[in-house]
């Protein structure tokens, strides 16, 4: 392996990368509001960095690497702000590995697998490689080469530096190449169930470009988003947008009464009464609310809540999170303030490390906090797992493909989830979409009118029989908006 990491000049260094993620999200119908912008800093970035090489600048570094040499390709997008904030991570492991990083703008590729350009030369070769690794299941997703191949699937998320630095030496000590996509042995092998005969669909204008993780409110009839950096809260009802605390993930509780989000500037994980986070946001003053609680060892990303138990007095919370090196959860009691007295929230024992010893990424847990839906790093494949009480995880379901992230219905027995874009030079392939799985009937639907769905798009259920999912504008001045599909399949 090569001693040294190879930078090449860019015009966009430091925090000039959270601009170009800003002006990303204004390209495309952002509107000004009067707040403060978001409270959190993001790390500068190594003079030289080039964080917007092209994938086929990728693929000839791959190429250019059959000898003795090794490397990284890391995949990321303004969209995700966390994509950005691991950047560097990313570099720091690469440095203290010795082996060449680049830095792919997420779009690209995803421009390059919609438009089918497969010349036959060795760089469409490496591309090609790199779309059945599942580059595009998630950003930030990154494939390690060593040799001039592909070694193992694509790895996802945000991680620590030494988390990046001891996953990409144990693929290299495996010396695996990438073979053929995971996606032939999948559920995605038979053709899905037929649609309905009556699906009716609204769509609603969102700000901007949102991210990826949105989540629906129950008993709000409202959704969650994030779109440069801010939080957003939608009204289905009335379509009125209104601007909320915190600046990724917010998350509901199952119930409606409490979010949950990872704080600004690595402070822990952050409780918010939904009350009055409605309440303050209506009135635009979402920078007068206070978190009700901050539990500084969780501090982590991509949270997700189940509800392990509730009675007249308190409800007793999971909130799992996906830890720097696998998963994480705690487990919460939060109790009814008397009177007007706010609610007390309560940690039940140390943070809690599930399925230890898996390589596991994106976590979604299940509403009753009992089962949680990965991607396996060493298969590159979605599974679902039970978490037993003594935080070992025993495997129930194998989706056998990659899959973004995994959401729950209410019920547990249904699943929805979008899927990267896959390719062949032959000219075949699995055409991207939203799709829902039952588990009671074993059935798989694909979703009516979800073919322009986001490539980064997680879906989310909306109560008993409907779905929602992202349709980002994909041409300067084109709005995005969100889409409920009705009924569930």
């Given at each position: 392996m090569g001693p040294h990491v190879r930078w090449v000049a860019s015009a966009f260094l430091g925090v000039g990368v959270l601009a170009l993620a800003l002006a990303f999200g204004a390209r495309f119908g952002a509107v000004a509001v009067a707040e403060s912008a978001p409270a959190y800093e993001l790390d500068a970035l190594p003079s030289g960095v080039d964080t917007l090489s092209s994938v086929e600048s990728a693929a000839g570094r791959i190429e250019a690497c059959a000898a003795d040499c090794a490397g990284v390709v890391y995949f990321w997008s303004p969209r995700m702000p966390l994509s950005r904030a691991a950047i560097p991570n990313m570099v720091?492991?690469?440095?203290?590995?010795?082996?060449?990083?680049?830095?792919?703008?997420?779009e690209d590729l995803e421009r390059y697998a919609?438009?089918?350009?497969?010349?036959?030369?060795?760089?469409?070769?490496?591309?090609?490689?790199m779309l059945e690794a599942g580059a595009l299941t998630h950003a930030p997703s990154f494939v390690v080469h060593e040799g001039g191949q592909l070694v193992g699937p694509a790895i996802l998320g945000y991680k620590e530096a030494a988390a990046y630095e001891a996953m990409i030496s144990s693929r290299l000590s495996e010396g695996t190449s990438v073979s053929a996509s995971p996606v032939q042995a999948s559920l995605l092998a038979g053709s899905p169930a037929p649609l309905p005969d009556r699906v009716s669909f609204r769509d609603y204008e969102a700000v901007g470009v949102p991210g990826a993780y949105f989540r629906w409110v129950p008993g709000r009839d409202a959704l969650a988003y994030e779109s440069a950096g801010r939080i957003y809260l939608m009204d289905l009802s009335e379509g009125d947008t209104w601007i909320a605390p915190g600046y990724v993930d917010f998350v509901p509780t199952p119930d409606g009464r409490y979010f949950v989000t990872p704080g600004p500037r690595n402070v822990g994980l952050v409780f918010y009464a939904a009350d009055e986070v409605f309440e303050e946001a209506r009135r635009g003053r979402s920078g007068a609310v206070r978190p009700i609680f901050t539990d500084d060892r969780m501090r982590d990303q991509y949270p997700s809540v189940g509800?392990?138990?509730?009675?007249?007095?308190?409800?007793?919370?999971?909130?799992?999170?996906?830890?720097?090196?696998?998963?994480?959860?705690?487990?919460?009691?939060?109790?009814?303030g008397e009177g007007d007295a706010p609610p007390t929230v309560v940690a039940l024992g140390p943070p809690v490390v599930p399925c230890a010893g898996m390589s596991l990424s994106t976590p979604i847990m299940s509403q009753d906090g009992l089962e949680v839906a990965v991607r396996e790093?060493?298969?590159?494949?979605?599974?679902?797992?039970?978490?037993?009480?003594?935080?070992?995880?025993?495997?129930?379901?194998?989706?056998?493909?990659?899959t973004r992230k995994v959401a729950w219905h209410a019920t547990g027995r249904k699943l929805a989830f979008s899927t990267p874009r896959v390719r062949s030079m032959s000219g075949g392939g699995v055409e991207p979409g939203i799709f829902v799985y039952d588990r009671d009937e074993r059935r798989l639907t694909r979703v009516a009118d979800s073919e322009g769905a986001s490539q980064l798009a997680f879906p989310d259920f909306i109560g008993e029989d409907a779905l929602t999912f992202m349709i980002p504008g994909r041409t300067y001045g084109e709005q995005s908006f969100f889409r409920v599909v009705e009924p569930l399949p």
């Open positions: 720091l492991a690469t440095q203290r590995l010795g082996v060449g990083l680049t830095l792919v703008a997420f919609e438009s089918g350009v497969m010349d036959g030369s060795g760089v469409a070769e490496h591309v090609e490689a509800i392990l138990a509730l009675d007249e007095f308190s409800v007793r919370y999971r909130v799992l999170t996906s830890w720097f090196e696998g998963l994480l959860y705690r487990d919460y009691e939060i109790r009814n790093e060493a298969s590159g494949t979605t599974k679902i797992f039970s978490i037993l009480p003594d935080g070992r995880c025993e495997e129930v379901l194998a989706l056998g493909m990659p």
